[in-house]
């Protein structure tokens, strides 16, 4: 009775006749990332932002639910009964770790905020994506994003049919001119800007960190010109000289930053726990209120995953217990190995194309990204080329725009592979580059 | 630097800034019943579909992760660095546990599917979520749903601005004749009924079990007129006297429904894992294909969730390998505590309200709810009153409708008490009637 997909049978649908967004390109040229890294596996990976695991180990899964048990017990003192229910039962919408994060927030970022205004989403996709729907009311509620932009940003927006304007980057993370210029735009279109995505700590793709004085001048300008920011932050406990700088969120007066968190590259990313501070109020229409934004997110999140599983919920608040609320202490050997490799990858390239090159690159100060600008054009079909001929992967930064035509530029990772293989993995880059540039180029 | 929202602080929104779902009565009637609930703690609940947790121990989880785990190394081979990546780091979208679902699929419910046709998701909701995002392709795509219907569903369409348009339910589950008319009005009036909902199995909230002729009636009709059923599955696995009857997906021979799974009351809510079966072939724009539905439905969840909790599936797929891929294994002991209740319920009620009473009830032959008519106007306020006054919860059938003129019907729920405490319950149900009443009714 199983039927397999083949080529040639009568097909139930087209695809035009589903939601746009499930045919992207954009989404699709996600799965072609991952569909090359299945077909190659002997491939070293520069392609993949995920964390650094050789630490990892599923004892630490046991070890951290009996430690967030324990802290039931012991720290609110719940019953066996309460433990239990509140580990395997329906549980509260927000989430049941909302404390723990706000007592992170408050030890690591100097960001106080009041734990009813956070949200524990499933991952900080699901944050990004019930803040978007909480915003957009209509057609006319569109997005700003820093570009090149997360496709996950992009990807929610155009699930729930929300126009992504794009703003330019600049050398410093964000080109506030711009970003004045198509606020006022779209406003005189007939359209509301409503938030601007952006990743101020070594954004992705481009490993840029915007400088402090930047984040002041964004803040005046969001308020200035009513709009919201929505400050992703996955990267910013790895710097690579240790020196951190504030969130938009910690030098937020009034309310103008939404602060979307991940616990992927700090925890695990298979807890699939993220959150969403959302602390601007909302005066309710029968003259209640107000309430959180919060609480009208985790409306839109009843109706899209009830509650984030409180068993991963529990996981990551037994490794935030473990290190008394820090996740910089739970991350010094991972915060190392980022360094080191970021480290390695930068020498490494200075060391294997030296100028005078058409090859260049950025030069982040953190994070797990460089951007390369190579002298040909960057196409799936190159990618492919370098996966099968010289098995070293990486992103075509095309994918991090809405546009499709190609580009000279790309994005490596240095997070996903162990010290020893960075130089290994930039050999078979640079024959890559080799290969592909053009003579004399 | 916390601020507490509270009345009279300005506010940064109004709630009609933000979309509609977020403010609409349906959602607030949700957070209505839990908060109510949570300011009568001495209530005996009759109100919620909890599964029954008397058997549930936190212990559980360990042993489940660490059976699944062995499956892994035994049974597939993976080395502990494949073990552990598995686990903790970013998978496969489509989920981890497929396999397994569909081997529960075919022990349990004679439905035998391609695992690759199915999408593991953050529990069913976020299935049921998807599914729809999947097929609402613009403002003409619409949902039907038999009516009274799980706020889930209409909550889950509200959420993505797709219209439901209520199908009568009548004595056996769905009037097909209803169900055409609407089919083909809504055409007329140039919109696109895509799919119907329905719980076939002991429908929430009315208890009703289709019949088995009306199952394979309702097949050809969606055939005939192009629709795909959504058929939510929640507990089918609770027949009072034992006797299963096949799902619709288990009688589909021509790929017309999607199949929504639920773990919540068979495992663990706390799981928040269920799936969707989706083995409909969509035929790709650029001639590629055909693929599966679920295919589509994981590039939605690509830009919700990314992917559900590994960990979390691991606890699933632990307690599907402990009761050899048979779920009805697993609820044996449940089975009999519903039972138990449900029996205990009826018996209950046809003591306290002997006939000729204005109070009557439905007679569902399994699952959790019973339906009752009462002589007075079922309102939030006489909800408050029994829980003040009499310390007994209930769901109001009004929240089931997507209107909100009062009607005279409620839904009690045997599923979340121990069976000891039934009659007490019911005692106070009785006493609540009483009260409310009409002399002489």
Not at 202 to 227: C, H, K, Q, W
Not at 376 to 382: L, R, S
């Amino acid at each position: 009775m199983v039927t397999s997909p083949e080529r040639g049978a009568g097909a139930d649908f087209a695809v035009d006749d589903l939601h746009g967004a499930v045919g992207d390109p954009l989404l699709s040229a996600m799965n072609f990332l991952n569909e090359i890294a299945g077909r190659h596996p002997e491939a070293l990976s520069l392609a993949a932002g995920t964390p650094h695991e050789g630490f990892y180990d599923v004892e630490d899964v046991h070890r951290c639910l009996r430690l967030f048990c324990d802290h039931l017990r012991t720290d609110r003192g719940f019953t066996e009964e309460q433990v239990r229910r509140t580990l395997l039962q329906y549980g509260r919408t927000k989430g049941i770790v909302h404390e723990l994060i706000a007592a992170h927030l408050a030890t690591d970022e100097s960001i106080a905020v009041d734990p009813e205004s956070i949200v524990i989403t499933a991952g900080c996709q699901e944050a990004l994506f019930l803040t978007l729907r909480t915003l957009r009311r209509d057609e006319r509620d569109v997005l700003l994003a820093v570009t090149p932009a997360y496709v996950g940003a992009t990807g929610a927006a155009r699930l729930l049919d929300m126009a992504v304007l794009p703003v330019a980057d600049g050398p410093r993370g964000i080109d506030l001119d711009d970003l004045t210029r198509q606020i006022r735009e779209a406003r005189a279109a007939g359209l509301r800007p409503r938030a601007c995505y952006l990743v101020p700590d070594f954004a992705n793709p481009t490993g840029i960190r915007m400088p402090v004085s930047l984040r002041g001048e964004l803040l005046d300008l969001a308020r200035r010109e009513d709009i919201l920011l929505l400050e992703d932050n996955p990267y910013s406990l790895f710097p690579l000289d240790g020196e951190r700088l504030p969130t938009l969120k910690a030098l937020d007066t009034h309310r103008r930053v939404v602060y979307l968190g991940s616990l992927s590259k700090t925890i695990f990313p298979g807890a699939r726990v993220g959150y969403v501070v959302a602390d601007q109020l909302v005066e309710e229409s029968a003259g209640g209120g107000p309430v959180y934004l919060a609480d009208h997110v985790a409306r839109a999140k009843s109706m899209v995953t009830v509650n984030t599983s409180p068993i991963a919920q529990a996981v990551v608040g037994g490794r935030l217990l473990e290190y008394g609320g820090s996740l910089r202490g739970a991350n010094e050997r991972e915060s190392e190995v980022y360094r080191r490799n970021l480290t390695l990858m930068l020498d490494g390239l200075a060391r294997r194309f030296p100028p005078p090159s058409p090859v260049t690159w950025t030069t982040p100060e953190g994070g797990f990204f460089v951007v390369v600008q190579v002298p040909f054009d960057v196409t799936d079909e190159v990618l492919e080329r370098s996966a099968r001929d010289h098995r070293v992967l990486w992103t075509p930064l095309r994918h991090f725009y809405s546009g499709t035509e190609p580009l000279r530029r790309l994005r490596l990772s240095c997070s996903g592979l162990a010290p020893e293989l960075i130089d290994e993995a930039l050999d078979r880059f640079a024959a890559f580059v080799a290969a592909c540039a053009p003579a004399g180029a």
